[in-house]
């Protein structure tokens, strides 16, 4: 773990895992924006940091300067040298699609989209209802639940296993994996743990469907063809650890996010319950006013970017929660507005690299609130409760304690 | 009114699709298209919102 001193000067000095950053990043997005929207640290490595729409969608759309090579917003072994004890398969590809550029992005790309379709979506519906219907069946007549680790935790991970035609009983490890690849980044050894595990796990479990194959993601992966040729097996492996990982933390964060704005927010809790034809308008604002992703590009060549001299190498995290804070682009951005008519949000990042699993996002949002409204729609956080939240690539409350 | 998606622009977001599905409707891999001639006057409020709502701006009213 890097233990770093508290930022005292946000514009060239900033540092996302600094607790006042995960506890509140919408003031200091706010200050930055009017002093110095791009800012810049040297901390873990040299980083830039883009709060306006206008600067973190035309960074988005710029591939050429902004590589998608590098994607972590923590810099973690894909910076540093292979690390020797690294006891899993080499992903020389990293996690296509979205660890690459074109040409790889483009045909790795289509393999993953007709599985996160609206029509294939569409069928994952009752599935997700009926894992929701039982979670809260767990708590509903408590009194008390955990929002986020008794249930928003507990959903995506599970839909993405069906998908990924991978058990669901695994799934508190697959949670543990995800978390210390993308949570504690910052932790060398717990990285490493995540990503051994994860990977060594897929590497089974391919070899598995290579001889039974089925109807899931895993298995068609190995056995579509590509230009006439069978996928290398590297990239087969870093698609699959992808779908886990960018499956599993971001939608649960939005889940447990939007479930600790409705028990903070009474007015607009109530105004949900009584008007349910607005839920896909209010989970879009609820997407934008809490997006949880943060994504990182690399600089490839030196450029000066609105007045900022980029080094090749540089990192550049891709703020989209913070261009969604931008009072350029949204009226009063810091309220949240469940009827908020124009929504051009960017939680599902911008260009090519779009989230390819945002159908499955919103649908598990919007099925996680309406049944959690259906059974409990008169709560509030506990008395005293200590919310936690994560940060850094992905933000949402980790612990929610509510009592109804 | 006469829509148009601009095809390099769309990168598959789905908001048109999740406002006015009787206007749009979107392939497999993302691709937003129009699938009507004309917009009938009472889906032109829907129309307009699609258009505000598309993050990449992919959208244009290209007639009314």
Not at chain 1, 260 to 282: G, S, Y
Not at chain 2, 31 to 44: F, H, K, Q, T
């Amino acid at each position: 773990m890097t233990h770093t001193a508290p930022v005292t000067d946000w514009a060239t000095d900033f540092d996302v895992l600094d607790p006042q950053y995960v506890a509140d990043p919408f003031s200091i997005w706010d200050d930055l924006r009017r002093t110095c929207p791009v800012a810049h640290t040297n901390r873990r490595k040299s980083s830039w940091l883009p709060t306006r729409y206008e600067d973190v969608t035309a960074i988005a759309h710029d591939i050429e300067h902004f590589s998608s090579l590098k994607i972590a917003v923590i810099p973690g072994d894909e910076d540093e040298d292979p690390n020797a004890d690294f006891d899993g398969p080499d992903l020389q590809y990293g996690l296509p699609p979205i660890s690459s550029d074109p040409p790889l992005h483009t045909w790795t790309r289509r393999l993953l989209l007709p599985w996160f379709s609206h029509k294939r979506v569409d069928g994952y519906v009752p599935l997700t209802r009926d894992l929701c219907t039982k979670l809260l069946d767990g708590f509903a007549d408590s009194g008390h639940a955990d929002a986020a680790a008794d249930y928003a935790q507990q959903i995506p991970v599970r839909v993405i296993a069906h998908i990924l035609g991978v058990s669901p009983d695994l799934s508190d490890t697959f949670t543990g994996w995800v978390r210390d690849v993308l949570e504690f980044a910052d932790d060398a050894e717990r990285r490493q743990r995540g990503a051994e595990g994860l990977l060594n796990y897929f590497v089974g479990q391919l070899e598995e469907r290579r001889a039974n194959p089925g109807d899931d993601l895993l298995s068609e992966l190995l056995t579509t063809k590509v230009d006439g040729a069978p996928v290398d097996d590297g990239i087969v492996l870093g698609m699959a650890a992808l779908a886990l990982i960018a499956g599993v933390d971001t939608t649960w964060s939005a889940i447990g996010s939007s479930l600790w704005h409705l028990a903070t927010h009474p007015e607009d809790r109530k105004r949900l319950v009584a008007e349910p034809e607005l839920m896909p308008t209010a989970i879009e604002e609820l997407l934008r006013a809490y997006s949880p992703v943060t994504m990182a590009r690399e600089v490839t060549e030196d450029v000066i970017y609105a007045g900022c001299p980029m080094k090749a190498g540089d990192k550049v995290l891709m703020n989209f929660p913070a261009a969604n804070r931008d009072p350029e682009a949204f009226e009063h951005p810091e309220v949240v507005q469940l009827d908020r008519a124009h929504n051009r949000h960017v939680a599902f990042g911008s260009g090519i690299h779009r989230c390819a699993g945002s159908n499955l996002a919103r649908m598990e949002l919007q099925v996680a609130l309406e049944e959690w409204l259906a059974r409990i729609p008169d709560f509030s956080l506990a008395e005293g409760a200590e919310v936690t939240w994560a940060g850094g690539q992905v933000r949402g409350p980790r612990i929610c304690p509510v009592v109804f | 009114m006469k829509l148009r998606v601009d095809p390099d622009k769309c990168q598959g977001h789905a908001r048109c699709y999740g406002l006015a599905p009787e206007i749009f409707d979107v392939d497999d891999y993302g691709l937003a298209s129009v699938i009507v001639d004309e917009v009938p006057p009472e889906l032109e409020e829907k129309a307009r919102l699609a258009v505000a709502n598309c993050p990449e701006y992919a959208i244009e009213i290209i007639s009314g």
